[in-house]
């Protein structure tokens, strides 16, 4: 089946959406983790549950052809987190 012209404009959205859900209900975890370098061990519950979601509301076509809940992920949680003191950057 061929993707919608704003199918990706969509997915886009819902991806930047679940990913700032999750850096605004964990601030601290999130900031605590880079500081220590362990962002994607500290929070892989909460990514894994993300990335269902995300996987859950977007064809599997588009699913399996981008990247945009990944792509979020450093957009939405870990840019703006530039200014923590980490080993990371």
Known sequence: MAEQPDEKAKA???ARAIASDISMYNEEKIVKSIEQDNFFDALKDKLDEGRE????RVSQDLYSKSNFFERAIVDVILKPKA???SKIW
């Not at 979601?53 to 859950?56: A, D, K, M, P, V």
């Open 53 to 56: 979601l995300y996987r859950s």
């Open 83 to 85: 200014h923590v003191r």
């Open 12 to 14: 886009r959205r819902l």
